[in-house]
């Protein structure tokens, strides 16, 4: 932060001191011969080639960027349409790429081509149908591609049905934390709404204790899903727009008070595949190794990092959003039915805290 204030300052500086500099320039007389305004061949020819340079600077920094910040982009998906997504995208950046590498370097070269030059008169060119048509069909095709391509993926991961038995999860975000909430044994949520929360006997979410479905249901602090397994996440706020992010399924959704809104996915990876992912190792041993000068200068939050997905908030919700997360575990089937058999139900809980 120092570092980059000194150099903003410094910059800020520069810019006063040129902007002085002009200043002065302009309240000079000027009596000279050819120390005219009038931009000379030798100016033109100049300008000219730092077009080149400045075409040489932004395709540099480009892989300069990719080079250095590559690492930080999301690893593979760890979700069934998370593969869909990320070709879509794929394909997008490679389509923009391709034409950004293509058309900077023909408007770098025409400014360098056509700069100006003594006796050079401009060419009047009306129109030229044949070109025109050319430049409007190419963009056109491409963008309707990409465009029924995405709204194709975007059809599909929103098509929230019932078939193949999902899990039904409800994700309930308030300032600052989530939980979530399995439907028990019936795979059924009971009814729940903000006006029944009471706080003193646990009942967090606002569920109806007279609905028989929701007897079972199982609150937890911590989201275990079933690997290759679709789950239907239903999701309600109590307070403030939320928006549930799930960066490793490829998902997010809002949530949203007074309404339920719904987002579903079938998790391919579990987190202990995950943490044997090269990328993902390889992450780890950065991380800690931050971590640990942070160790060797007492600093906090300084004890070694083990991958997990989580689930985050990415809605800026208040004080605390960039702390609001929730642990998701992927383990097997087997793995998912011992840990959900050790939960207490919302009944459990509610019959414990009668007086
Ligand atoms: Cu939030």
Same mark, same amino acid.
């Given at each position: 932060?120092?570092?980059?204030?000194?150099?903003?300052?410094?910059?800020?500086? &520069? /810019?006063? /001191?040129?902007?002085?500099?002009?200043?002065?320039?302009?309240?000079?007389v000027?009596?000279? &011969?050819g120390n005219?305004?009038?931009? !000379?061949e030798?100016?033109?020819?100049?300008?000219g080639?730092?077009?080149f340079?400045?075409l040489v600077?932004?395709?540099?920094? !480009?892989?300069?960027?990719f080079?250095?910040?590559?690492k930080?982009i999301?690893?593979?998906?760890?979700?069934?349409?998370?593969g869909e997504?990320?070709?879509l995208m794929?394909?997008?950046?490679?389509?923009?790429f391709?034409?950004?590498?293509? !058309?900077?370097?023909?408007?770098?070269y025409?400014?360098?081509k056509y700069r100006g030059e003594?006796?050079?008169?401009?060419?009047?060119?009306?129109d030229n149908?044949r070109?025109?048509f050319?430049?409007?069909i190419?963009?056109?095709i491409?963008?309707?591609?990409?465009?029924?391509?995405?709204?194709?993926?975007?059809?599909?991961?929103?098509?929230?049905?019932?078939?193949?038995?999902?899990l039904?999860?409800e994700?309930y975000?308030?300032?600052f934390n989530w939980?979530?909430r399995?439907?028990?044994?019936?795979?059924?949520?009971?009814e729940a709404?903000?006006?029944?929360?009471?706080?003193?006997?646990?009942?967090?979410?606002?569920?109806?204790?007279s609905?028989?479905?929701g007897v079972?249901?199982i609150?937890?602090?911590e989201l275990?899903?079933?690997?290759?397994?679709?789950?239907n996440?239903?999701f309600?706020s109590?307070?403030?727009?939320?928006s549930?992010?799930?960066?490793?399924?490829?998902?997010?959704?809002?949530?949203?008070?007074?309404m339920?809104?719904?987002?579903?996915?079938?998790?391919?990876?579990?987190?202990?595949?995950m943490?044997?992912r090269?990328?993902? /190792?390889?992450?780890?041993?950065?991380?800690?190794?931050?971590?640990?000068?942070?160790?060797a200068?007492?600093?906090?939050?300084?004890?070694?990092?083990?991958?997990?997905?989580?689930?985050?908030?990415?809605k800026?919700?208040?004080?605390s959003?960039?702390?609001?997360?929730?642990?998701?575990?992927?383990? !097997?089937?087997?793995?998912?039915?011992?840990?959900?058999?050790?939960q207490q139900?919302?009944?459990q809980?509610?019959?414990?805290?009668?007086?």
């Open positions: 932060m120092t570092a980059f204030l000194t150099i903003t300052v410094l910059v800020l500086v &520069a /810019i006063a /001191i040129w902007q002085m500099t002009k200043i002065f320039e302009l309240s000079q000027r009596a000279k &011969a005219s305004e009038v931009a !000379t030798e100016d033109n020819r100049y300008n080639y730092l077009m340079l400045f600077f932004i395709y540099g920094i !480009t892989i300069f960027s080079w250095k910040y590559g930080f999301l690893p593979e998906a760890a979700s069934e349409h998370g997504y990320d070709s794929l394909w997008t950046f490679v389509i923009i391709i034409v950004q590498i293509i !058309t900077q370097a023909l408007l770098h025409f400014a360098f003594e006796g050079r008169k401009a060419l009047f060119f009306a149908d070109l025109e050319i430049w409007t190419i963009p056109v491409v963008l309707a591609g990409l465009i029924l391509w995405g709204l194709y993926t975007w059809t599909s991961i929103m098509d929230i049905n019932d078939e193949d038995d999902p039904i999860v994700l975000a308030q300032q939980t979530a399995y439907g028990g044994a019936d795979n059924v949520l009971g709404n903000v006006r029944l929360i009471d706080i003193d006997r646990a009942n967090v979410l606002g569920l109806d204790e609905d028989p479905n079972d249901d609150l937890v602090k275990h899903l079933p690997v290759g397994r679709k789950v996440f239903k309600r109590q307070d403030v727009l939320h549930a992010y799930m960066p490793h399924f490829r998902a997010q959704m809002n949530c949203v008070p007074g339920v809104t719904e987002f579903s996915f079938t998790p391919t990876v579990t987190t202990a595949e943490r044997q090269p990328e993902i /190792i390889d992450k780890v041993q950065r991380t800690n190794a931050l971590r640990a000068e942070r160790a200068a007492g600093e906090p939050n300084s004890d070694p990092w083990e991958f997990d997905y989580v689930l985050l908030c990415n800026i919700c208040g004080k959003h960039y702390n609001m997360q929730l642990k998701i575990v992927v383990e !097997t089937e087997e793995e998912y039915q011992a840990w959900i058999e050790s139900t919302f009944g809980t509610m019959a414990s805290m009668q007086p």
